[in-house]
């Protein structure tokens, strides 16, 4: 009888989609669309966009259909049932306690003074997501100490997360409830599903997937990851003691090398031994 099943969560800009500057394999993507196919895997896109672009991001780099999308940076859950989505209430019921009764607009206002902010576009908000671009020559800290403090002083329980968009060279700034991040709402799932954390694979690239990479979770990160997050993740784990957890893929131990969904594939390799069978059989080798 055959039990083994995986909880596969991956990121999606620059981890399986090859959105930044360094090569895809031509056969990564392809590779990575075959392993979501079997019926032991089950699929979560866990992403910084909102539904209508990771609903764009499926069409226009051929990706598998996933089963789950922990979407807006964790301040939304989404489940595909017959080719339809719907939203998990139950998570925002669960999330929005942390923000104490205050709103998006409320809490907008209170950061207008902060100059340096630049309020995202409509479609990029949420009610339990506030999200700003900062210029990369800003201080970070000293800006998100200033809103830590505000945060503190209205009785909210918030999470601010940074990470950056290689491609447009700007900084990402997320206002979320402290329950509302990449790493809490994969934890909502696995439970919800009833896995167990040994079952579960994560892989990310960017400053927003670090809760993950560093929490004890079976984890990767992408080769393409910027030396800075590869540095913060290596002392997250550290830090935790979870530095078995935490697999850096690499380009010269594979044939599709360690970028973007290749390197998602690696982590499989290293932490799911059960699943190398079916990754050789659709062409994932390793060469050593």
Same mark, same amino acid.
């Given at each position: 009888?055959?039990?083994?099943?995986?909880?596969?969560?991956?990121?999606?800009?620059?981890?399986?989609?090859?959105?930044?500057?360094?090569?895809?394999?031509?056969?990564?993507?392809?590779?990575?669309?075959?392993?979501?196919?079997?019926?032991?895997?089950?699929?979560?896109?866990?992403?910084?966009?909102?539904?209508?672009?990771?609903?764009?991001?499926?069409?226009?780099?051929?990706?598998?259909?996933?089963?789950?999308?922990?979407?807006?940076? @964790?301040?939304?859950?989404?489940?595909?049932?017959?080719?339809?989505?719907?939203?998990?209430?139950?998570?925002?019921?669960?999330?929005?306690?942390?923000?104490?009764?205050? %709103?998006?607009?409320?809490?907008?206002?209170?950061?207008?003074?902060?100059?340096?902010?630049?309020?995202?576009?409509?479609?990029?908000?949420?009610?339990?997501?506030?999200?700003?671009?900062?210029?990369?020559?800003?201080?970070?800290?000293?800006?998100?100490?200033?809103?830590?403090?505000?945060?503190?002083?209205?009785?909210?329980?918030?999470?601010?997360?940074? %990470?950056?968009?290689?491609?447009?060279?700007? @900084?990402?700034?997320?206002?979320?409830?402290?329950?509302?991040?990449?790493?809490?709402?994969?934890?909502?799932?696995?439970?919800?599903?009833?896995?167990?954390?040994?079952?579960?694979?994560?892989? @990310?690239?960017?400053?927003?997937?670090?809760?993950?990479?560093?929490?004890?979770?079976?984890?990767?990160?992408?080769?393409?990851?910027?030396?800075?997050?590869?540095?913060?993740?290596?002392?997250?784990?550290?830090? @935790?003691?979870?530095?078995?957890?935490?697999?850096?893929?690499?380009?010269?131990?594979?044939?599709?090398?360690?970028?973007?969904?290749?390197?998602?594939?690696?982590?499989?390799?290293?932490?799911?031994?059960?699943?190398?069978? %079916?990754?050789? %059989?659709?062409?994932?080798?390793?060469?050593?």
């Amino acid at each position: 009888m055959n039990l083994k099943r995986l909880l596969l969560c991956t990121d999606m800009d620059r981890t399986i989609l090859p959105n930044g500057n360094q090569p895809e394999h031509p056969e990564a993507r392809r590779c990575f669309h075959e392993f979501c196919q079997q019926p032991e895997v089950c699929l979560v896109y866990v992403t910084g966009r909102h539904q209508a672009l990771v609903e764009q991001a499926i069409i226009d780099y051929a990706l598998p259909l996933p089963d789950y999308a922990i979407t807006d940076v @964790g301040s939304k859950i989404y489940y595909y049932i017959d080719d339809k989505v719907q939203e998990m209430s139950a998570w925002e019921d669960q999330i929005s306690a942390d923000w104490c009764g205050q %709103s998006h607009a409320q809490l907008k206002r209170a950061f207008r003074h902060i100059r340096e902010l630049t309020l995202q576009e409509e479609e990029k908000q949420n009610r339990f997501k506030l999200s700003y671009y900062l210029d990369l020559d800003i201080d970070k800290d000293e800006i998100i100490a200033q809103m830590a403090a505000i945060l503190h002083d209205l009785g909210v329980h918030a999470s601010l997360i940074w %990470s950056v968009d290689e491609p447009m060279h700007v @900084g990402l700034l997320d206002v979320l409830p402290q329950n509302a991040t990449k790493l809490h709402g994969l934890r909502f799932l696995q439970q919800h599903l009833e896995y167990e954390t040994k079952e579960v694979v994560f892989a @990310g690239d960017s400053g927003n997937d670090l809760p993950v990479l560093g929490s004890g979770i079976n984890a990767v990160l992408v080769a393409n990851a910027s030396e800075e997050v590869r540095a913060l993740a290596q002392k997250m784990a550290s830090d @935790g003691g979870h530095t078995t957890a935490l697999y850096l893929a690499r380009d010269d131990t594979f044939s599709l090398g360690g970028n973007y969904a290749a390197g998602v594939l690696q982590g499989i390799w290293h932490f799911q031994p059960e699943f190398r069978t %079916s990754l050789t %059989s659709i062409g994932f080798q390793h060469d050593l």
